[in-house]
């Protein structure tokens, strides 16, 4: 068992984005981690083939893609993105700060099953134009 203190808890980089530093942990079954992400730092519309995820909203507002469908996410709202469903968020009001739980654990690293969506862009514009 184990105890994570929030005072020795340091942010690592993300695999993915260096810029952005996120509190992730890994056990055997499951990884966890505390993301935030500023204005223009959300990442862009992908998938998890390996990870199914949850995220619980802990500060801000985010436009959340999730499938076909885009809706507004606040504080206190859970999503659940299962295996291979392409997903994304644009920041609504930042920071943008959530839990992430995964499975698979793997390495550990919440961005280790991160393959970016063919129309990305097309996605984006998706949430750009959501309001």
């Known amino acids: 068992m184990a105890v994570y203190k929030a ?4 942010a690592t980089p993300d695999v993915k984005n260096p810029n952005i530093k996120m509190v992730q942990h ?3 079954l499951i990884k966890i981690g505390l993301v935030t992400y500023q204005a223009s730092e959300g990442p862009l519309p992908h998938s998890h083939p ?7 909203v802990l500060e801000g507002q985010a436009a959340q ?5 885009i ?3 606040e504080p ?5 993105i299962p295996r291979n469903t392409v997903h ?3 920041i609504v009001e930042s920071p943008f700060r959530f839990f992430s739980c995964k499975s698979p654990a793997g390495t550990g690293q ?3 099953d991160y393959n970016e969506a063919p129309n990305a862009a097309e996605l984006q514009r998706r949430l750009a134009e959501f309001s």
């Open 7 to 10: 005072k020795d808890q340091q």
């Open 26 to 28: 890994g056990g055997d």
């Open 50 to 56: 390996n990870d199914e995820q949850y995220i619980y």
């Open 65 to 69: 893609l999730l499938g076909d469908e």
């Open 71 to 73: 809706t507004l996410v």
């Open 76 to 80: 206190g709202d859970i999503i659940h």
């Open 88 to 90: 994304g968020i644009r």
């Open 110 to 112: 919440l961005s280790e």
